[in-house]
């Protein structure tokens, strides 16, 4: 019994939260209006009713009113006439119309008490109706703005359904972009260190080894320079005796350390034989060279 009845709390409870979540508070006040519009209705019918059944007993009262009055006569004619009989009879009549006339009074007087309360209810009723129209509309007008300024502010803040989305779509589109961006210039770099290859350039492996021997001698050039830079100036000849040669000067002379002039000169030497000059053809250069003892 216990778990039926707390079955029931939390299926009313949540019934409950879905009706509020659904309900407008506007459209209740209006239904409400209506509900109140519908009882002064009910109060007034009423109303309508009572003062309808006390017409038609003061119909009926005139009605016995008249009868009475006649008997009367005919009581005054019968005994004009010396007929005791008749007159004793018409005033039998008219006293058992009395009767009725003395019953048809206190309902009178009840139905006008009745008629007096309904009405003053009614005009309760009416009261608190317009005053309820008033308070209404004040509170609905009120909720309409309150409403419109959560819009507002669910807007600006950027926390409103439309803004959220609008929000998100500009985030997915700017993370978009930058990775486009970052891909774009990964394909560059990898194109430029020729990990990949520029299909829309022709391909000439002539002139990539060119290019790269260039770029070899480069690198050879500025590390002779800079190992020249390092080593400092080559050391002063000493002077030599009438009678040595200049082989033997050269043989005497043995440094560890190469003139820097002439580790130039022999990468350039070196760097010319590999790349053949414009006005001599491979061929001839290699004739030359085979023909030098």
Do not use: C, W
Not at 40 to 48: D, E, G, M, N, P
Request: proline share 4%; no cysteine; glycine share 6%.
């Amino acid at each position: 019994m216990g778990v039926m009845k707390r079955i029931s709390g939390i299926m009313q409870a949540k019934t409950n939260k879905i009706l509020d979540k659904h309900e407008d508070p506007r459209e209740t006040l209006d239904l409400s209006y209506q509900k109140q519009l519908e009882q002064l209705q009910k109060v007034r019918r009423s109303v309508a009713d009572v003062t309808t059944a006390k017409k038609r007993i003061e119909l009926q009262a005139g009605q016995l009113q008249q009868q009475a009055d006649k008997l009367q006569q005919q009581a005054k004619a019968a005994l004009g006439q010396g007929n005791e009989d008749l007159a004793r009879e018409a005033l039998s009549r008219r006293a058992t119309l009395a009767g009725q006339l003395s019953d048809l009074e206190t309902q009178h007087t009840q139905i006008r008490e009745q008629e007096q309360k309904l009405i003053e209810t009614a005009r309760t009723l009416q009261s608190r109706v317009d005053a309820f129209r008033t308070q209404k509309e004040t509170m609905k007008a009120t909720y309409t703005a309150a409403q419109a300024q959560t819009k507002i502010g669910e807007a600006v803040s950027g926390i409103s359904t439309s803004m959220s989305d609008a929000g998100l779509a500009m985030q997915r589109t700017q993370d978009k972009i930058a990775s486009m961006q970052a891909r774009a210039g990964a394909m560059d770099e990898l194109l430029a260190s020729g990990a990949l290859t520029d299909l829309t350039q022709p391909v000439d492996d002539i002139q990539a080894q060119l290019d790269q021997a260039s770029s070899s001698f480069g690198v050879e050039a500025e590390l002779a320079a800079l190992k020249a830079e390092t080593q400092g100036p080559a050391p002063a000849a000493l002077p030599h005796s009438p009678g040595s040669s200049a082989t033997g000067t050269a043989d005497d002379d043995d440094d560890d350390t190469p003139d820097a002039v002439d580790a130039v000169d022999a990468i350039e030497v070196e760097g010319n034989a590999g790349t053949p000059s414009p006005g001599n053809p491979p061929e001839a250069a290699t004739a030359g060279e085979s023909a030098a003892p």
